[in-house]
């Protein structure tokens, strides 16, 4: 499974960026898609997910400004970020849970995969 991520960059305090991620090969089915994040110092922390059945889950700090989409045909996620602040200013991070398939075209475990992470950064 690779993940190919886009829309990171520049941007002043208050404004939006959208960030999107492909993910693209094999699998039984994929769970969930989803965003983290890892602030200069901090840990990495869950920012958005959405499940294969359309429900969502945010970060607190981020929850009214950030919105998730996912479009299941195109197996794409896509993070729309409005009123971004200088503490948004992360590496973000497209993950995908997915149930791996055999290669009897049968159910497999369940794994977890990512992104390599696109840089967004907040002035203020």
């Known amino acids: 499974v690779r993940l190919a991520e886009s829309g990171g960059g520049l941007v002043q305090s208050g404004g939006s960026l959208r960030l999107s991620c492909a993910a693209s090969?094999?699998?039984?089915?994929?769970?969930?898609m989803g965003w983290y994040r890892q602030r200069p110092g901090k840990q990495r922390e869950l920012v958005a997910r959405i499940t294969s059945a359309g429900d969502t889950a945010y970060l607190d700090s981020v929850h009214g400004r950030f919105a998730v989409s996912s479009d299941n045909d195109k197996h794409t996620v896509h993070l729309q970020m409005n009123n971004l602040k200088p503490e948004d200013t992360a590496v973000y991070y497209c993950?995908?849970?997915?149930?791996?398939?055999?290669?009897?075209?049968?159910?497999?475990?369940?794994?977890?995969?990512w992104g390599q992470g696109t840089q967004v950064t907040v002035s203020s």
């Open positions: 993950n995908v849970e997915v149930v791996e398939i055999t290669p009897a075209l049968a159910m497999g475990p369940s794994e977890t995969y």
């Open positions: 090969g094999s699998w039984f089915s994929i769970n969930a």
